[in-house]
């Protein structure tokens, strides 16, 4: 299967030109990589959304700097913030996390170029909201890349993985998460849940309806691509930033 084509999604079926147009226009971004369309085996069901809003809006509003952020690599004062949208249960999210983040930590957000910061998604179930409430619950103790790590290395090749809380709980010990009661407790905090759905009511506003989903700057990208196009991607937000 090519890299071209890693993404899942939310909604039917449907060209990523006009699954994306939504957000293209709402924000003013510059589509630079498309999913050619076709059948997708890992696809989700559709969710309940209307059509994206329409008008002026902050382009940056999903941009958080926020210090203190634990959804979030790098420095606050980084000249260009990647963002992702991400689904705990997406198999190419998992691609992403697992070959092609390490390397741009390293190149970009380690060398104070780019900042990282995570939109979770849950559109692929219960199992979807619930390990991304994991996450965040991991979060809560340091360790919320940790446990994206552990997930995705857990994952299955090209299907969603099973994630009931008795696993959730095994992958906070994998990811060396302290307190495992205090993990435990705050798999049950509404606010927790709350956050995840409004978080995933914001990106199916904004016509994300395909993960993994990119954008820096004014530029957006969609799919599990291959290394080199992210290291463009990023080199041309870093230079416009300038």
């Not at 914001?202 to 992210?230: N, Y």
């Not at 463009?232 to 230079?239: H, S, Y």
Request: glycine share 6%; hydrophobic share 45%; proline share 7%.
């Amino acid at each position: 299967m090519k890299r071209s084509n890693r993404t899942t999604r939310a909604t039917p079926r449907r060209s990523p030109a006009i699954a994306l147009a939504a957000l293209v226009v709402f924000l003013g971004v510059v589509l630079v990589a498309q999913l050619t369309p076709g059948r997708d085996p890992l696809a989700a069901p559709s969710p309940s959304t209307g059509a994206a809003s329409t008008g002026a809006v902050d382009e940056f509003a999903f941009v958080r700097r926020d210090q203190d952020d634990p959804m979030a690599l790098g420095s606050v004062a980084a000249p260009v913030v990647l963002v992702q949208w991400t689904d705990m249960r997406c198999p190419y999210c998992a691609v992403f996390n697992r070959d092609t983040l390490p390397v741009l930590t390293k190149d970009y957000v380690d060398t104070g170029k780019v900042r990282i910061e995570i939109h979770d998604v849950a559109y692929f179930g219960e199992q979807s909201e619930g390990a991304a409430v994991a996450a965040r619950a991991a979060g809560r103790q340091g360790k919320y890349f940790e446990y994206l790590r552990a997930v995705y290395a857990d994952a299955p090749e090209h299907k969603h993985p099973d994630l009931p809380r008795e696993k959730l709980i095994a992958l906070a010990r994998k990811a060396d998460v302290a307190d495992i009661s205090r993990f435990t407790a705050d798999l049950d905090d509404p606010r927790l849940r709350a956050e995840v759905q409004d978080n995933t009511t914001s990106a199916q506003q904004l016509g994300v309806s395909s993960v993994p989903f990119f954008v820096a700057g004014k530029t957006a990208l969609s799919g599990a691509q291959p290394l080199d196009v992210f290291r463009a991607f990023l080199d041309d937000a870093l230079t416009k930033a300038r």
